[in-house]
């Protein structure tokens, strides 16, 4: 029997349920179905469970709100307490409330609000790639012929992934759309920590501010979105984007290799400049 298709919106009303691995199997297997036909949801999720993720590790590394912290709380909120001399209700749960909503807002704060960004979609489709969410257009452990295939089929330039004996092991490759912009991936390992490299031509940067002014002050930029450290640079007449749970040390030592050794099938000029 064929499995019913869930929707956007009924995967998203239950991604508590898919965050905390409660529920059915069944409900289980029809949101991973989903996630990996979608990469709104997908990035959605990704978004969701950051937040959940930051705010647990800002509760956890708080200390004990005070009493001048809920003060300040209800004088902003524009509050007046009532005082009762016949019943007083314990302030210490009060306070955790407040504690968790500063807490919220500060993590929503540090969203970058002047479009859409780029490290927080790659982080996305990077993880539906490291848990399987998603497969490969094309699975192949070769360099030359993951190359060959996306050269087939983008409009800018894609030059050769870095070779294993720069640390990374190539398993597939394709193409993708960052927020209607055409991307290339290379997915692939460094050590046992997946990592994937995007490629996008170096005009979609008018569509990622964040990320078009991050590179303008610097050759290399360096990040960290959720659980993956993340690295880019300008490459030839691309932008290459390097992420995953591998040490920052050795994401670098991928970018440095990314496109360096020239081949039958890697013609044309070629300028890498990097500050690392």
């Known amino acids: 029997m064929k499995r019913n298709q869930m929707n956007c919106d009924e995967t998203r009303r239950h991604w508590d349920v898919y965050h905390d691995s409660e529920g059915d199997a069944e409900l289980y297997l029809q949101m991973n179905e ?8 997908a990035e959605w999720f990704h978004q ?9 590790a800002k509760l956890r590394g708080a200390t004990a709100p005070s009493a001048e912290l809920w003060q300040n709380v209800l004088m902003k909120s524009k509050v007046t307490p009532v005082a009762s001399p016949k019943k007083r209700f314990p302030l210490a749960p009060l306070l955790l409330v407040a504690a968790s909503v500063l807490a919220l807002l500060s993590v929503w704060a540090s969203v970058p609000t002047d ?7 790659t982080a996305a489709e990077h993880e539906a790639f490291s848990r399987h969410l998603r497969e490969v257009d094309y699975a192949s452990q070769s360099d030359l012929e993951v190359e060959d295939y996306l050269q087939r089929r983008v409009s800018f330039p894609v030059r050769c992934p870095p070779r294993s004996d720069t640390g990374f092991h190539v398993r597939g490759a394709g193409l993708c759309r960052l927020d209607g912009s055409e991307a290339a991936y290379l997915v692939g390992k460094v050590g046992d920590a997946p990592v994937s ?3 996008l031509p170096r005009a979609a940067l008018a569509a990622f501010p964040h990320q078009r002014k991050a590179l303008a002050r610097e050759a290399t930029h360096r990040c960290r979105e959720g659980a993956y450290d993340m690295i880019m640079a300008e490459i030839d007449q691309s932008v290459v984007l390097i992420i995953g749970d591998a040490e920052p040390k050795r994401l670098e030592r991928v970018l440095r290799a990314y496109g360096t050794y020239p081949h039958a099938g890697n013609v044309g000029p070629m300028s890498v400049a990097l500050s690392i």
């Open 34 to 41: 989903h996630l990996a036909e979608c990469p709104g949801c």
């Open 48 to 56: 969701q469970s950051r937040l959940e993720d930051l705010l647990s």
């Open 115 to 121: 479009g859409p960004s780029l490290s927080q979609l």
């Open 197 to 199: 490299i995007f490629i």
